[in-house]
C-alpha cells in the first residue's frame, strides 16, 4: 500500500514543483514505484515529467469530478521513470464544479484508493493556496512535506499552513501529520540561510529533514527539457541531494 504524500506550501515559488517531480525521480532511483499526482492548473509537474500538458486526453481534472477512471487517465514519465497523474488549466475549473459534489473534500483519496498498491509513493504536487484543491490532497496524504527558503520571511504564513493542516487532522483526515520541513534553494556562502537554517533545527527539531536542497542551476534548467533534474544531470549537487532526500524518505516511512 503506498504512503501518500503532499508536497505543500500555500507560497508560490518556494520549490514544490521541483521538489515533487526530484522525490519522484530520486525515489525511482532507488527501486520506489511511485505515482506523482499534479494537482496545479499550472501543470509545471506535467511538464518537468515529461509530459505534455497540451496534448493530454484526460487529467486529474477528469478524475476528480469522475468522469474517469484513474486507471486510464496515468501516465509513465519515461525520463524518470516514476508515473503521473497529469493535469493542465482545465483544473482551474473543478474548484467551482465540485462544489455541488458530494464527499467533495475526499475525491482524490477515492481515486487513489484504486491505485494504492500500484505504488509505494504516491506524491502530490499542490497549487500556492489553502484551496479544495489543496484540502483534496491533505485529506488524502499521510503526511505533509513542506518546502522552505531559508530567508527572512520563511517563516511566514507556516503557521497558517500548519493550523489548516491541524484542522484536517482533527475534522477530516486524522492520520495527517507534518513529515517535515525540507530546506531548498540553500545558498550556504549567506549568512542569513545559515541563521534562518540553525532557527528552524532549534525551533522544529526532528522535523527538519537532514537533507539540504542546495540552489542549483541545474535544477532550473532540466524543466524546459522535460527531464526531472534528478536524471537531467544526475552527478549535479541538485541531483544528488534529491536522490539522498529520496533514501531519507524511505527510511522515513519505516516509522509512520
Ligand atoms: P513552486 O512549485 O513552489 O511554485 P518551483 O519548484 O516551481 O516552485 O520553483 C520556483 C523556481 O525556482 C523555478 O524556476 C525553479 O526552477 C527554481 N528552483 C527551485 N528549486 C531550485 C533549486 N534548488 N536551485 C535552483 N533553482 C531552483
Ligand atoms: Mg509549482
Redesign the pocket.
Known amino acids: 500500500m503506498a504512503k501518500i504524500f503532499c508536497v505543500a ?1 500555500q507560497k ?8 515533487a517531480v526530484n522525490l519522484a525521480a530520486g525515489l525511482a532511483q532507488h527501486n520506489q514505484r511511485v505515482l506523482l499526482a499534479d494537482l496545479d492548473p499550472q501543470g ?1 509537474a506535467t511538464m518537468g515529467a515529461g509530459i505534455n500538458k497540451a496534448t493530454l486526453e484526460g487529467s486529474i481534472y477528469e478524475v476528480l469530478l469522475g468522469m474517469s477512471d484513474i486507471r486510464s487517465v496515468r501516465k509513465t514519465s519515461e525520463a524518470g521513470k516514476f508515473d503521473v497523474l497529469p493535469a493542465n488549466r482545465e483544473l482551474a475549473g473543478a474548484e467551482v464544479e465540485m462544489v455541488e459534489l458530494e464527499q467533495r473534500e475526499a475525491r482524490l483519496k477515492n481515486a487513489f484508493a484504486q491505485v494504492a498498491d500500484d505504488y509505494d509513493f504516491i506524491l502530490i504536487d499542490c497549487p ?1 493556496a489553502l484551496s479544495m484543491l489543496t484540502l483534496n490532497g491533505l485529506c488524502s496524504a499521510h503526511g505533509v512535506i513542506i518546502p522552505m527558503q531559508c530567508e527572512y520571511y520563511a517563516l511566514e504564513g507556516l503557521s497558517d499552513l500548519v493550523n489548516t493542516i491541524k484542522k484536517v487532522h482533527a475534522k477530516l483526515n486524522p492520520e495527517l501529520k507534518v513529515i517535515g520541513l525540507l530546506r ?2 540553500f545558498d550556504p556562502r549567506m549568512t542569513l540561510s545559515q541563521q534562518v537554517s540553525d532557527q528552524l533545527e532549534q525551533h522544529f527539531g526532528d522535523k527538519v529533514f537532514k537533507t539540504v ?5 541545474r ?2 534548467e532540466a ?1 524546459s527539457y522535460g527531464v526531472p533534474g534528478v536524471n537531467f544531470d544526475p552527478n549535479s549537487k ?1 541531483a544528488q541531494a534529491y536522490i539522498a532526500f529520496g533514501a531519507e524518505m524511505v527510511d522515513r516511512i519505516k516509522t509512520l
Open positions: 506550501n508560490g515559488g518556494v520549490g514544490k514543483t521541483t521538489t509545471n500556492p531548498v534553494m536542497i542546495p540552489r542549483n542551476v535544477l532550473a524543466p541538485g
